[in-house]
Every structure is written in structure tokens, then in C-alpha cells.
């Protein structure tokens, strides 16, 4: 991209923002922050425990991403966040007006396959019903682009590299 953007890497549970996200990063130059680092304590728990998190949990939650990313809007930069529903997202721009939305998209099965292979994360595969019901995907007038998340992640990143370039034409 020739301008800097904070490209906000979202997509419910499984879809890769952790892998995809810091391969991002690296093919454009910029940092990365993992959003899962922003939860507090509480939320974690909650969805470690298999209980979907409430939209009061997500506020400060997606506050501290906005945040983040305002203090990089000159410079650039990639962070992850399932930001699923368009007021999560409104939430984000609130913060950061600039933000760009990579939607990792794929198939229930191939995400849920993911997940269950997946060693060591808090987000157990019993909330991806949760996740498919809640998530709403970008509007016609959202800065963004849909990537599908078949294939290698090296794959999955040099299309979203392309797509977000095209963003720019």
C-alpha cells in the first residue's frame, strides 16, 4: 500500500488473524499487535470458560485496538480483531477514523478444522456457532476487503496484499 493504514485483520475464531496478521505486517512494512493482547483478564476467562463475551466485555476491548491504531495512523500498521459486527467496527473508526478491514472469510468446516488443531488458545471450538451468527460482513461503504482463508498462509497474505492494493486504485 502506498499510503499508511492501520489494516485491522478481522473474522470470527479460527480464520487465521494470528498467522495472518504478523505475515501482513511484515509484507508491508509495518508493526503488528496481536488484539487478543488487548482483552482484559475478564474476557479471557469468560471465553476460556465457553461463554460468549457480551458487548459491554467488548467495549474497552475494542476501545484499547482503537487506541492502538489512532497512534498509528500516520505511520501504519496491523493489528487483529474479530470485529464482527459493524458497531464493533464503528467502534474502531471512533477511534481510529482511517482503519482498514482485512475480512479473513472462509468455510465453517475448514475454519472449525482449524480451530481444533489449533494448540494452546483460549477460544475453544464450542463458541463458533456464536461467532457465525454474531459476525456481519463489511458494508458497501466500509473501507475494506474480504479475503478468503483457503490455502497456505503465505497465500492468504499475498492475496490480501493484492486486494488491499487495489483498495488504493
Do not use: C
Not at 128 to 157: H, K, M, R
Request: aromatic share 6%; proline share 6%; no cysteine.
Amino acid at each position: 500500500m502506498s499510503t499508511p493504514h492501520v489494516v485491522v485483520v478481522m473474522g470470527v475464531a479460527g480464520t487465521g488473524k494470528t498467522t495472518v496478521g504478523p505475515l501482513l505486517a511484515e509484507a508491508l512494512g509495518v508493526p503488528y499487535a496481536e488484539g487478543d493482547d488487548f482483552h482484559p483478564p475478564a474476557n479471557i476467562a469468560k471465553m476460556s470458560a465457553g461463554t460468549p463475551l457480551e458487548d459491554a466485555d467488548r467495549w474497552p476491548w475494542l476501545d484499547a485496538i482503537g487506541a492502538w491504531a489512532h497512534g498509528r495512523e500516520a505511520l501504519g500498521g496491523v493489528a487483529s480483531s474479530s470485529a464482527l459486527k459493524r458497531v464493533y467496527r464503528d467502534r474502531l473508526r471512533a477511534g481510529a477514523p482511517g482503519i482498514v478491514f482485512l475480512h479473513l472469510t472462509g468455510d465453517r468446516s475448514l475454519v472449525e478444522r482449524r480451530m481444533s488443531e489449533r494448540k494452546g488458545h483460549f477460544m475453544p471450538t464450542a463458541l463458533l456457532d456464536s461467532q457465525f451468527a454474531t459476525l456481519e460482513n463489511l458494508g458497501a461503504d466500509e473501507a475494506g476487503v474480504a479475503v478468503d482463508v483457503s490455502g497456505t498462509p503465505q497465500e492468504i497474505t499475498e492475496r490480501a496484499v493484492a486486494a488491499l492494493r487495489r483498495l488504493e486504485n
